[in-house]
C-alpha cells in the first residue's frame, strides 16, 4: 500500500548523541517536507524538497541536516540532539496540492 | 514573505453550535486552499479544499468560503459533535514552486 513510512516511532536519546530520522514513501512523489510539531500546535517546517538533490532550509532553525539522494527518501540527521529538540517529527509529500503525512517520530532528548 | 495566517488559536464551542475558522495569505496569485484536520494523537488529513474559480463549496456539515478580493478564506463547521474536537489548519499554495504552506493551527474543542 502507498504510504509513507517513518521510523522510529519514538526515540529517547541523550544529549549529544547524533541521531537520524528516516522518512520514506512509496508514492512516488518528488516534494518532501518535514515538520517539527509539539502537541496540538503549530507546524514548523524544518526542511523541504523538491526532488532529488534539492533541499531548502524552513522557517524553523533546528539545527539539523537532510538529504535526498533518491526519490523515495528523506532523511533528517540531528549531529547533536539537545533537550530542545525534544518534540514530534512529521514527514511529508505532497503530490500536485494535496499533503499526505506519515505518522510521526516522537524525539524526547534527555 | 508569503505566509498564511489563522485565526483563532483556540475555539471552545457547545455541542450544536457552530464554528467559524478564519485564514488570510498573502499572494496574491495563490489558487488552491485545503483545509486539514489533525485528530489528538494523529497525523494531519485533508477535510475540504477550494480552489479559486468558486466562492464557496460544501460537504455535509462543513463548508469553505472563499474572498479572493479579499485574500481570506474561512471553514464553517455547522451543527458540531464531539468529534469534530481537533486542531484545524489552513494552507495555500504560495510560490511559485507550488509550495505548500501551513496556518498556525486552530484547537477546537466541542463541548458535550
Known amino acids: 500500500e502507498a504510504d509513507i513510512y517513518q521510523t522510529p516511532r519514538y526515540l529517547v536519546i541523550g544529549t549529544g548523541k547524533k541521531i537520524t530520522l528516516e522518512c520514506s514513501q512509496t508514492m512516488g512523489h518528488d516534494k518532501m517536507y518535514w515538520y517539527q510539531q509539539d502537541p496540538g500546535m503549530e507546524l514548523h517546517l524544518i526542511h523541504y524538497s523538491y526532488g532529488v538533490n534539492s533541499t531548502e532550509k524552513g522557517d524553523l532553525s533546528s539545527e539539523s541536516t537532510v538529504s535526498r539522494i533518491r526519490t523515495e527518501h528523506f532523511p533528517l540527521t540531528l549531529e547533536s540532539a539537545r533537550p530542545s529538540h525534544t518534540s514530534q517529527y512529521l514527514c511529508?509529500?505532497?503530490?500536485?496540492?494535496?499533503?499526505?503525512f506519515g505518522q510521526g517520530t516522537r524525539l524526547t532528548v534527555v | 514573505g508569503e505566509n498564511v495566517e489563522q485565526h483563532p488559536s483556540t475555539l471552545s464551542v457547545q455541542e450544536g453550535d457552530s464554528a467559524v475558522i478564519k485564514c488570510t495569505y498573502s499572494d496574491s496569485a495563490s489558487n488552491y486552499f485545503p483545509w486539514y484536520k489533525q485528530e489528538l494523537g494523529k497525523r494531519p488529513q485533508l477535510i475540504i479544499d477550494?480552489?479559486?474559480?468558486?466562492g464557496e463549496k460544501k460537504d455535509q456539515r462543513i463548508a469553505v468560503t472563499l474572498n479572493k478580493t479579499a485574500k481570506h478564506f474561512s471553514l464553517h463547521i455547522t451543527e458540531t459533535q464531539p468529534e469534530d474536537s481537533a486542531v484545524y489548519f489552513c494552507?495555500?499554495?504560495?510560490?511559485?514552486?507550488?509550495?505548500?504552506?501551513f496556518g498556525k493551527g486552530t484547537l477546537l474543542t466541542v463541548n458535550p
Open positions: 477550494i480552489r479559486s474559480n468558486v
Open positions: 494552507a495555500a499554495i504560495l510560490g511559485s514552486n507550488y509550495k505548500l504552506t
Open positions: 511529508a509529500t505532497q503530490r500536485n496540492t494535496e499533503a499526505f
